[in-house]
């Protein structure tokens, strides 16, 4: 079973954070933070195994993340998961999300969160992983997109319209932030399958 | 009016969306680092702090989104309730606004639906009290024709899932098990999981789908119930032991890895249970290791493998090889760049370790590398691999790594792991691995430098169990020990709990109680009694002073023996003068034991002054040997026969006993307390605890109270005050270092000039021998030196601990009774009894019970669990519908259901009784058995297959081959299986009740339970008909009612391809008739046909399943339907097509459900059957195979037997019941029926005339 997972950039400000267990808005935010303790401090080139302890419920879990870019991807699950069929997982999303956002960068993350929820719905369903290949992924997540472009219709124009505009009024467009190297890039590792 | 509407709706177009909410909290922006932020936006949130602008602005959100929630257009809640998810994210409580979010869940728009549901799956949970209203919604929803409707629910359902919902939803989410889409069917399986983990007893009606679901065409839906079922049996493995068979066929089959690793790591559950289990699974995982690319694949079947061989232990010489196997790969993985395979090495590793140590010991430089390694992950694991490496040999020189190890280690963690370790490593199994005892107590001292560690208790510990069961070291302890006392004031700066000045205590006590062996008794007594002491912990300064005592006494008797009366009263005045500082101790302990000493002591001063001798009888006070008692041995005294360890032994204390104002009676009144809580488990440490944390503020706020110790001291005591004291860090170099050399490296060399010595004493010796034996046995010199050659350095006696006697034997492992999975821990095995049903809904208007039940007050009993389960439901349906009063057109819905509820009493009536239940897991196991049993012996004949890879190829497909069609074959059995076992059971109850009547009977359930040591074998029966073949293809097919939904049957179809060509999109089509209807995927007309969900290779078969809708039951009818495929060989592919007949007959109707002897007599006595018979002439098999033919090809179950007749029940989908008489004649049958409806048993007689005329 998978615990939770969080996304999180260098900083520790959350991106993302499902638990499939319910704790506590409290209790959640201090396990984001002492998860990004643990993971922060450890060097680039050192294992992506993390005996959790106390975080989540207890010894059987291990933490597994990935570092891309400026952002940490970080499963907590118990002894029933692969350790390096979940690694490959974390990768499959990666890539998914970069399908799916084209180029996926931190800031994509920060203003979709919904649909960064809505990518990880189709991979992983309470805590159970449901679906690893990326392209059945994509396919289900461009129907339901078309399903909802198809509702908005006529409706959702004017509301597209005044986005569009309030986006133009700003003076930051928040693809012109420039943090550097934000894009996460994907490398490409020995795929699973 | 109107215009004002318009202007709202334009104004809500100016509503913050997502985005914008996130863009303004990023120019909010007032501290970068998150921590700031989030702390503050709690503070904010519980309303202490608003002084930062992010919070600010966010609280100026909220009361927007709290306005928009408001407004009645759902785009707009919707757009407040996404908001809101993104600030729980953040660390905001949004539960106050969970009625909208199920508000914007009911929307019948996709794109809102799926926001309520993504809200809902990160708030809501078993305390959400509006929870309850979803599950009308989410039944809705789950039944919506929009598939993404369906699967939004399930996804968000898995992650709120309640007991209620988890009752109320299981049968709807069951049906979706078969789906037609493999998008729902693969989220419907996998949220069973959490069905089942809340709503337990929906387990074993289930099962047998999810079981189906493992065989489903489509991979995900596969892979989702692998996952689901090894969830399941992580947790329970004995009861899903019988699933092997059809999980090492899907390993032997699946290609894909994740299925595979599932698989792979389920097997490494269940070989514990089962070693035969484990030996078939080492051959075709070793082939795995050797085949696979995939690491993750490979790693896994690596530690299946270790979980095998650990599971076959001992004497098993031939898997050697997989040993080493294993090993030799786990070392590829270890040496790898990639630090991660390095850790999972090294973590497999360690489990070989437990079993087979001597395999992994040759590859110690390789773990001790591991130590050096940036990556503290794997420095622990290594840490953990080494605890098993030791032995006589090379612990010295382990135990020494490790210490340099310590001395580099940065981080307090690691170091106090390291020094866990150490200790771990050299007590392990009774310090079998110590040769030294010197060498260790030297190591326990060194360790004691550890600045800030806090393992000071475990070293202490250490201390006082080697020198209580190592009865020679004392004398070498005593001497470490007093070394330690009298540098006891460097260790006291660490003052933190756990601290090294733990260590004092040990020392304090060892030199107390074996002060024989004091060299300067004199000096250690004085370094006790310095003042110095006091500020160390209150338990350690009790242990001085109790200590102190005794020394004294030794002391004592030495002087008087010398005679010299003038150092005894010196010591005597010495500690007169040093013990007040002790009885003005704030701590209790510390302060009684002193007193009591000091006027002892003073008592023995004034009989010194009267010239008499004292010695003899102050020893007296502490004589006797304390021995070390076994750390259970309280728990295993046997309870004294008549002890009630309940009752009461006094009246109850009352609550009003005030609290005290008498400082001096605290003591008695925390004892109260504490005797108290003996009696009162209910009282917990928390409610003590926090009674005390009241009481001390009451006395605080208290000006007249008086504290109960005037000394500033006071302060030690308590926690807090600890913190005030400035903690000098000292440094600890000079006192406890032998110059030079550290003093256990010492011990090392001299251990290793002992072991030369002793070697060559040996090869001297040999030599005689050798010499004698006139160097018969040359090889001897190649010898090299094993564990047991080593000799410890003295003899060391180590003393067993002590259990009492008549000790309880019992290893009580205690379970969490609150363990969630413990509730699944259900016998999957057993048939599935009538009552167990998942619920379904039923509608409170039909309350109006059947006659027959109320007749049959047995029924009534046995229904009671249900019964009261719907009432629960009815009531909660009554809510709902009060809530919902004005949504009329339910109304309409609801009755509907009636009919079913009208069905559903009926089908109770027949109820299992457990004898009967706790019977047929035997059968199951037997056929694990065959399953088991069978393969070793064809493994036996085949070549080694480690050896000869090329051979093994073969071989595995061979095995499958078996497999397979073992499989078919045990499943056939099985079922029949079921029903014999029914019958077996059915016969011997009857026996008893009519024991008297029939004595003759006694062989008839002998001979009718058949399975396996009849004289007479079944012949093979199966219920696949041919339903139409062409040279292309062939199909088979069987038809079944479906358990679950009353007006479908299920259709399976096996197609084999009989061409040399590939088929290709089959279509699978019938015309419907009026009556029976294709169930086909929403959206598609009747003439459409369904896509049969696989291809065929040539010369392959596979089962497709097709549902179909019944309004009538009592007729049988036929079908006219197409199957059309491409066929693609060589040349081309062509389209072609074959017709068929379905042919619904009323057996197919037919459910097998047993039945009671009482119950089905009371079901004749009704009087509501009718009649119909038919007779069969020139039948020549015997009525035991004409029983299970009826059994087997028209689902009936016998109730009773009695010589050549028969009773017999089954019921309709439509809870038809079905009774039947068979009885034989010479060569004739007589089959007198009994039916509800007139025409089904008319037609199912016929069907069942043909059966016994046709076949026999």
């Known amino acids: 079973m998978i615990k939770a997972i969080l996304i999180f950039n260098n900083h520790g400000k959350p991106r993302l954070s499902k638990f499939y267990e319910h704790y506590s808005e409290d209790t959640q935010q201090q396990i984001i933070r002492e998860t990004f303790h643990l993971v922060s401090k450890r060097d680039e080139n050192v294992c992506n195994f993390l005996e959790g302890g106390m975080l989540i419920g207890g010894a059987d879990n291990k933490l597994i993340y990935r570092h891309y870019a400026t952002l940490y991807f970080v499963f907590c699950v118990d002894s029933s998961e692969s350790e390096l ?29 919904d649909k960064v929820h809505n990518i990880l719905a189709e991979m992983v369903m309470g805590g159970m992983v449901l679906e690893t290949n990326m392209n059945e992924i994509v396919t289900q997540i461009d129907a339901q997109n078309k399903m909802e472009k198809s509702e908005a219709g006529l409706a959702g124009a004017p509301a597209r319209a005044v986005s569009a505009v309030k986006n133009m009024n700003l003076p930051e467009m928040p693809r012109n932030i420039n943090i550097g190297d934000i894009s996460i890039k994907v490398p490409n590792l020995p795929s699973f399958k | 009016m109107a215009l004002k509407i318009v202007k709202g709706s334009i104004d809500r177009m100016f509503d913050k969306n997502l985005q914008d909410l996130v863009r303004g909290i990023r120019n909010h922006k007032d501290d970068e680092s998150f921590y700031g932020a989030v702390r503050w936006s709690l503070f904010t949130w519980r309303g202490e702090n608003e002084s930062t602008i992010q919070a600010k602005y966010i609280s100026q959100c909220i009361d927007e989104i709290k306005h928009e929630l408001k407004q009645d257009n759902i785009a707009v809640k919707a757009n407040a309730v996404i908001k809101l998810a993104y600030l729980q994210m953040l660390g905001y409580d949004i539960s106050w606004a969970a009625f909208n979010i199920i508000e914007v869940m009911s929307s019948s728009k996709f794109t809102f639906k799926r926001i309520g549901y993504l809200a809902a ?13 979803t599950t009308n919604q989410i039944r809705k929803d789950l039944s919506s024709p929009n598939q993404y409707d369906t699967g939004v629910a399930l996804t968000g359902l898995s992650c709120f899932v309640t007991p209620d919902l988890a009752r109320d939803l299981a049968n709807d989410i069951m049906t979706l098990m078969s789906h037609t889409k493999p998008y729902i069917r693969k989220k419907a399986v996998l949220i069973m999981y959490k069905v089942f983990l809340k709503y337990p007893e929906s387990l074993r009606p289930a099962f047998p789908r999810l079981k189906e679901k493992l065989e489903d065409p489509d991979s995900g839906v596969q892979s989702a119930a692998v996952n689901v079922i090894c969830e399941l049996a992580r947790r329970n493995p004995k009861n899903y032991l019988s699933l092997a068979p059809l999980f090492f066929k899907l390993m032997t089959s699946s290609t894909n890895n994740w299925v595979l690793i599932k698989i792979i790591k389920l097997f490494g559950a269940l070989t514990p249970l089962e070693p035969r289990l484990g030996k078939k699974l080492i051959e075709p995982l070793t082939n795995l290791i050797h085949s696979t690319s995939a690491m993750s694949l490979l790693y896994e079947c690596v530690n299946t493998v270790i979980a095998v061989l650990i599971s076959l232990s001992t004497g098993m010489p031939n898997h050697s090889a997989s040993i080493q196997l294993c090993v030799q790969k ?3 993985l270890i040496e790898d760049s990639d630090q991660n395979l390095k850790y999972l090495g090294l973590l497999a590793m360690s489990k070989i370790l437990k079993t087979h140590p001597k395999s992994v010991q040759s590859h110690k430089d390789l773990i001790l590398q591991c130590l050096d390694d940036k990556d503290e992950s794997i420095r622990l694991r290594a840490l953990d691999l080494l605890y098993g490496m030791v032995s006589k040999k090379n612990l010295m020189e382990i135990v020494k790594k490790l210490m340099i190890h310590v001395d580099k280690a940065e981080g307090t963690t690691y170091r106090d792991e390291l020094l866990t370790k150490i200790i771990d490593i050299c007590s392990q199994s009774n310090y079998q691995y110590i040769t030294n005892f010197e060498w260790y107590i030297s190591i326990l001292v060194e360790l004691t430098r550890l600045e800030g560690t806090r393992h000071g208790h475990l070293i202490a510990a250490q201390m006082l169990d080697v020198a209580i069961r190592v009865k020679a070291i004392r004398a070498f302890a005593v001497s470490q020990m007093a070394m330690l006392l009298d540098n006891g004031h460097l260790l006291a700066g660490n003052m933190q709990r756990n601290g090294i000045c733990e260590v004092l205590y040990a020392a304090a006590w060892i030199c107390g109680e074996f002060s024989e062996y004091l060299q300067e008794p004199n000096q250690t007594l004085e370094a006790m009694l310095k003042s110095k002491v006091t500020t160390l912990p209150g338990h350690i300064q009790a242990v001085y002073v109790q200590n102190a005592g005794k020394l004294y006494a030794s002391v004592l008797q030495q002087n008087e023996q010398d005679g010299d009366k003038e150092a005894a009263q010196e010591i005597t005045q010495m500690l007169i003068d040093k013990l007040p500082q002790f009885v003005q101790n704030a701590d209790l302990e510390v302060q009684e034991r002193a007193s009591c000493i000091l006027q002892l002591i003073k008592y023995i001063q004034k009989l010194q002054a009267k010239d008499v001798p004292v010695a003899e009888e102050v020893m007296a006070l502490f004589a006797g040997e304390l021995n070390p008692v076994a750390p259970k041995a309280q728990k295993k005294v046997p309870l004294p026969d008549g002890l009630d360890l309940d009752a009461w032994i006094n009246d109850a204390p009352s609550e009003s006993s005030s609290d005290d104002e008498n400082p001096k009676k605290m003591i008695f009144h925390e004892e109260e307390q504490r005797s108290a809580r003996h009696r009162q488990p209910e009282m917990d440490e928390d409610e003590l605890a926090r009674r005390r944390e009241v009481r001390k503020q009451e006395q605080a706020n208290n000006p007249f109270y008086i504290k109960s110790s005037p000394s500033p001291q006071k302060n030690y005591q308590d926690a807090s005050g600890v913190d005030h004291i400035p903690v000098v860090q000292i440094d600890l170099t000079v006192p406890l270092r032998v110059p030079g050399m550290p003093l256990s490296d010492q011990y090392l060399k001299l251990e290793e000039e002992r072991r030369q010595q002793q070697k060559q004493d040996r090869q001297k010796k040999k030599k005689k021998q050798k010499r004698d034996k006139k160097g018969k046995r040359r090889h001897d010199s190649l010898h090299t030196e094993s564990d047991e050659d080593i000799a410890p350095v003295h003899h060391v006696d180590i003393i067993t601990e002590e259990m009492p006697e008549n000790a309880l ?8 009774p609150n363990d969630p999975y413990k509730a699944l821990d259900i016998d999957l095995d057993k048939p599935l009894a009538d009552n167990e049903k998942l619920p379904v809904r039923t509608h409170r208007v039909s309350e109006k019970k059947s006659p027959e039940i109320e007749t049959s007050p047995v029924e009534e009993k046995s229904k009671k669990p249900s019964k009261k389960a719907k009432k629960e439901k009815d009531k909660k349906k009554d809510k709902e519908k009060r809530k919902s009063k004005e949504k009329v057109s339910k109304k309409h819905k609801f009755s509907e259901n009636a009919e079913n509820e009208h069905a559903a009493p009926e089908e109770e009536i027949i109820t299992p009784t457990s004898k009967e239940e706790s019977e047929k897991p035997t059968g199951e196991a037997s056929d694990l058995d065959f399953w088991l049993s069978n393969t070793p012996v064809q493994s036996k004949s085949q070549p080694e297959p480690l050896r000869n890879e090329v051979a093994s190829e073969p071989v595995a497909s061979e095995l499958e081959e078996t497999l397979k069609e073992k499989d078919k074959e045990e499943d056939a059995k099985s079922s029949k299986h079921k029903k014999k076992k029914h ?49 292309y293809v062939k199909m088979m097919c069987d038809i079944q009612g479906n358990l679950q939904d009353g007006s479908q049957v299920v259709v399976s179809v096996i197609f084999e391809n009989q061409s040399s060509g590939y088929l290709k999109s089959m279509e699978f089509n019938v015309l419907d008739s009026l009556n029976t209807k294709l169930v086909r995927p929403e959206g598609s007309s009747i003439h459409d046909g369904i896509s049969v969900p696989f291809q065929l290779p040539p010369e392959v078969s596979n089962e497709a399943r097709f549902v179909f809708t019944m309004e009538s039951i009592v007729m049988p009818q036929k079908l ?5 495929f491409i066929v693609k060989t060589d040349d081309g592919s062509s389209h072609e097509k074959l017709d068929f007949k379905l042919h619904f007959t009323c057996t197919s109707y037919m459910i097998t459900t047993p039945c009671y002897s009482d119950a089905f007599a009371k079901l004749l006595e009704s009087g509501e059957l009718k009649m119909c018979s038919i007779k069969v002439d020139g039948i020549s098999i015997s009525f035991q195979l004409l029983l299970a033919k009826i059994c087997f090809h028209h689902h009936f179950s016998v109730v009773e037997r009695i010589n050549s007749c028969a009773s017999m029940y089954s019921r309709s989908i439509q809870g038809h019941h079905m009774c039947l008489l068979v009885k034989m004649g010479d060569s004739s049958v007589s089959v007198d029926g009994k039916c509800n409806d007139s025409t089904l048993l008319g037609n199912l007689l016929d069907e069942l005339k043909q059966t016994l005329t046709e076949k026999c």
Do not use: W
Not at chain 1, 86 to 107: G, P
Not at chain 2, 1120 to 1124: C, P, S, V
């Open chain 2, 121 to 133: 799956s990160q708030c809501f949970y078993e305390g959400t009290d509006v929870i309850m209203l």
């Open chain 2, 330 to 332: 786990l070392r590829i």
């Open chain 2, 983 to 1031: 019958k077996k059971d059915k016969t011997k109850e009857e026996k008893k009740s009519k024991k008297k009547k029939h004595h003759s009977d006694e062989e008839a359930p002998e001979s009718v339970q058949n399975g396996s040591l009849d004289e007479e074998p079944l012949p093979p029966m199966s219920n696949y008909c041919l339903l139409a073949e062409n040279s």
């Open chain 2, 1120 to 1124: 006219k339907g197409t199957l059309t």
């Open chain 1, 85 to 113: 069929g979940i690694l490959d997982l974390i990768q499959v999303f990666v890539e998914t999300l970069d399908k799916c956002f084209e180029n996926v960068c931190e800031l994509d993350l920060i203003f979709h969160v």
């Open chain 2, 809 to 816: 034997p019992s290893d009580d492992d205690d379970k969490d």
